[in-house]
């Protein structure tokens, strides 16, 4: 009699944090990458909790002394950075249980938050001789110069994440209006976005002669296999230009999103107008770009009244 083959189960954490990745996915909006991010802290707080093998998970244990108890303890393993995205991450966890009825209460004010002075720095910038010096690198005839060439207008003059030019497709650009749509956004917060000149004149170069003829809807694609880039390889044409400018600190496509909002800010434009430019949802995260209107610092600080002087 032939032996019967055992099929493998999946552990309860396993089937939790695939539940909880499907919902982060599906429900509310996030990228691949930054699900990645809190399931890995998900799965390290489970672990730690229960047994890896556990044939089931008295999820009543997971309390806001068990909460704080596991945050305080890895604040001494990880930078506070690092810390910083674990306190999101089960955050968004606990709302998750609660609201799927698998804990009575949202534990969610019982995760400490977590100082750092990575809030309290200024962005990383470029100044308007860099940016030009940086995008003057990428000039050129060759196919490959102008499509570097679209992908880093997409960054530095409208602020797009490596992840929204990877996903940018053809349809998502209207021609007649002038206008770009980003569907594929952090957060499903989709943005109309205007298509400038210089970027429409880089796009429409790029499409027109040198983009390879392929099945693939996105607008930049690898120009010898036609496979659509990754955010990684969108990434990697931003570093790579630094690094062919010359320019020395971070390299990569965030240090010219924040150059972009930063110039904005410093020619006058409101947070909010900022905010809805970058797609974030929380006026709080543009903040930050406050720091760099010294026009606007300078107004304010203007001299006190005679009568207000000691």
Not at 87 to 105: E, I, K, M, N, P
Not at 127 to 140: A, D, I, M, P
Request: glycine content about 8%.
């Amino acid at each position: 009699m032939a032996a019967m083959k055992t099929v493998p189960t999946v552990s309860p954490i396993d089937g939790l944090v695939s539940e909880y990745q499907h919902h982060l996915l599906r429900n509310a909006g996030f990228t691949s990458s930054t699900c990645r991010v809190r399931t890995f802290f998900i799965r390290t707080f489970l672990n730690a909790l229960f047994q890896t093998k556990a044939p089931e998970l008295d999820l009543q244990k997971i309390t806001a002394g068990t909460l704080l108890d596991y945050v305080l303890r890895q604040s001494h393993r990880w930078s506070p950075q690092t810390v910083q995205s674990l306190a999101s991450a089960l955050r968004s966890f606990c709302r998750y249980l609660c609201s799927t009825g698998r804990v009575h209460a949202d534990l969610t004010r019982a995760i400490p938050a977590v100082c750092s002075n990575q809030r309290d720095r200024f962005p990383n910038t470029l100044t308007t001789g860099e940016l030009g010096h940086l995008l003057g690198s990428c000039k050129g005839k060759g196919p490959a110069q102008k499509r570097d060439y679209a992908v880093l207008l997409c960054l530095a003059k409208l602020g797009l994440r490596a992840g929204e030019a990877a996903k940018l497709r053809l349809e998502d650009i209207d021609w007649h209006t002038g206008t770009l749509r980003l569907v594929a956004t952090k957060g499903r917060r989709e943005r109309l976005l205007p298509l400038s000149s210089e970027l429409g004149g880089a796009l429409a170069s790029y499409l027109k002669h040198e983009r390879p003829s392929t099945a693939a809807r996105t607008v930049f694609v690898s120009l010898l296999e036609g496979r659509s880039l990754s955010s990684e390889g969108i990434s990697a044409i931003a570093s790579s230009a630094f690094k062919r400018a010359g320019i020395s600190g971070r390299r990569g496509s965030h240090r010219l999103r924040h150059t972009v909002a930063s110039h904005l800010v410093q020619r006058g434009a409101s947070l909010k107008a900022v905010a809805d430019l970058l797609g974030h949802g929380d006026l709080a995260t543009t903040q930050i770009y406050a720091k760099v209107n010294l026009p606007l610092l300078r107004q304010v600080a203007m001299s006190w009244p005679k009568e207000a002087q000691l």
